[in-house]
């Protein structure tokens, strides 16, 4: 009883420690802008804002280039949408990040608990593991992706071990569809599980083999219900849209000792949205073992459970980067299902199997030394964990601003004070709130977040025709410079943004960190205004727009702030 009240204290104080940005400054906390900000925070804002949450897959969202189908949307069903409609936009967005982190700590707890180490004895190692899953730094957009994985893998193993089906392993399980995505990592899990299964099928027969089939066709029911609208379109294309994504382009851009290396090193790192700081752990923790097992003079074969987990886990690493294989282009053609859907995300498998696998190697030893040098290992991974932490989803103010895009707190993304001003001023200059505008230097969220309506935006999903009129309006701007469509800020196409030559030419440049003026950008009135475009609303002066039928309309100084010192209106006639 006393050492679970320690537990308690030592959590409440980490847990304070990890979120104090978040307890302490509210919205005055340096969040992520990429992937997180500028994207699937105001996605899920629109939903509820616009009373779309279960809207008709063809609805438009009006404030999304020109009404994005609704189908392009998150799912209704998934948890983080619930949170944003209870808490509001910032604090559901919070809600989620406190949520998030508990049930992964409570998730590896069972896991190990159930599975793993058993034994009393391993009590704070129990613990010592679930704080370093719980510290990683989970990527905000997708909810419970990694972070639910105990749960689900815990709930699988218990119906294989019982040979039945209950209640509590399925609701574990069932949990997991609801508060992730099938494209994030969904369809990773059911792949993996599938091969479990024949895995289950080959050494326990098909009758002890059926409850646990049974799980995985009811997670892939579950699955199917809570993304409905993506498997609507998948399975009819023809009666939504031709996506934008069928015109993605894979970059082949590693040779075999390229993609063995990088494999290696994603396996220790983990990739982007399933970044592991200190997998170091990983590979340091099986190495011991098989050290010990020499100096002991036992066979380094004995326990063949700990090299399958090994080849496993070589092998989700190795899957990162086997699809960018030079040698790989016979898969990518025009529109093919693997070019559209981003296989090498069985990186999201990777943290867990990862630390199951230093588990299950620390459960092997006998030796105390080797036992501490791997929880040791462990406490030192919480501590870069929570330091990484704050470098890829926070940045302390004050600290050095290298970029003022990437240290920016989420009142002063947003400023919602002062485009409130702005918005109000370009409503009665037009007559109407229902008119589209465009940004330069001021992403489209932002002004979406403000009450306008945007023809340009960054989506992961959209329908082809839209792009193929949005490149339109930037057609000359992009012949002056060729090198830009190659670029991967323009060739990913996930980007409707009004790009300029000479701020992808000028050295060190920055997204969004654009010089005071810029001399030239060509824009195309009659593209805009095919998009309903109406205003322009830029960070920067613009000296000439290559055409006198866009001109400024007014400016604005805010010396108060230091992000939207200037903001320029330009109008589209």
Not at 248 to 259: R, S
Not at 549 to 568: D, G, Q, S, V
Request: charged share 15%.
């Amino acid at each position: 009883m006393n050492r679970n009240y320690l537990v308690a204290i030592l959590l409440a104080v980490v847990f304070v420690g990890y979120f104090h940005e978040y307890i302490f400054l509210g919205q005055d906390a340096c969040i992520r802008v990429h992937d997180n900000l500028d994207s699937d925070v105001v996605y899920r804002y629109h939903l509820v804002h616009e009373h779309a949450i279960f809207a008709a897959p063809m609805t438009p969202i009006r404030p999304i280039m020109d009404g994005l189908p609704r189908v392009c949307l998150p799912t209704g069903f998934n948890i983080m949408i619930a949170l944003y409609w209870l808490f509001g936009t910032f604090g559901g967005f919070v809600a989620s990040e406190f949520l998030v982190h508990i049930l992964a700590y409570i998730g590896i707890y069972i896991l190990l608990k159930n599975h793993f180490l058993k034994e009393e004895k391993h009590f704070w190692m129990r613990h010592l593991a679930a704080l370093f899953f719980a510290a990683m730094p989970f990527f905000p957009v997708t909810g419970g992706a990694v972070a639910l994985q105990p749960l689900l893998l815990n709930g699988f193993l218990n119906i294989r071990k019982a040979g039945r089906l209950n209640w509590k392993d399925l609701l574990s399980i069932g949990i997991f569809p609801f508060y992730s995505s099938f494209v994030w990592a969904g369809l990773f899990v059911v792949i993996f599980m599938g091969g479990f299964s024949l895995y289950n099928l080959y050494t326990l027969g098909i009758k002890k083999s059926l409850p646990f089939i049974a799980a995985v066709a009811i997670f892939v029911g579950l699955s199917v219900i809570a993304d409905y609208q993506l498997f609507l379109v998948f399975f009819d294309p023809g009666g939504f849209f031709v996506s934008h994504r069928t015109k993605f382009k894979v970059e082949l851009n590693y040779n075999l000792k390229g993609v063995m290396s990088m494999g290696l090193w994603n396996a220790t790192s983990g990739i982007y949205h399933s970044t592991v700081y200190a997998g170091f752990v990983f590979f340091i923790a099986p190495l011991i073992v098989i050290v010990n097992k020499v100096v002991r003079r036992e066979p380094i074969f004995g326990d063949k459970l700990i090299y399958v987990l090994m080849g496993i886990f070589a092998f989700l690493g190795l899957m990162t980067t086997l699809w960018f294989w030079n040698q790989m282009g016979f898969l990518y053609g025009e529109g093919s299902l693997l070019t559209q859907i981003n296989f090498s995300r069985f990186h999201y498998l990777l943290p867990l199997t990862g630390l199951v696998l230093a588990v299950y190697a620390y459960s092997l030893l006998r030796n105390k030394v080797s036992q501490y040098i791997v929880a040791g290992l462990l406490l030192l991974g919480v501590g870069q964990h929570y330091l990484y932490y704050y470098d890829m989803h926070h940045f302390a103010p004050g600290s050095k601003e290298d970029n003022w895009f990437a240290r920016i707190s989420y009142r002063e993304y947003f400023s919602t004070d002062l485009f409130a001003a702005i918005k109000a001023d370009c409503d009665a200059h037009v007559g109407t709130d229902d008119y589209n505008v465009i940004g330069f230097g001021i992403q489209p969220a932002v002004l979406q977040y403000n009450g306008f309506n945007t023809c340009d935006s960054y989506q992961n999903f959209y329908p082809l025709q839209y792009e193929q009129d949005f490149n339109q309006i930037t057609a000359r701007e992009l012949d002056k410079c060729p090198s830009l469509k190659t670029d991967s800020r323009f060739n990913i196409h996930n980007t409707c943004y009004l790009y300029s030559c000479e701020t992808y030419e000028a050295p060190n440049k920055e997204e969004m960190d654009l010089p005071g003026a810029v001399h030239e950008l060509l824009l195309d009135p009659d593209a805009i205004q095919h998009l309903h475009g109406r205003l322009i609303v830029s960070r920067h002066e613009v000296l000439s727009f290559g055409t006198d039928r866009i001109k400024e309309i007014k400016r604005y100084a805010h010396p108060e702030n230091r992000h939207y010192t200037y903001i320029y209106i330009y109008e589209v006639l």
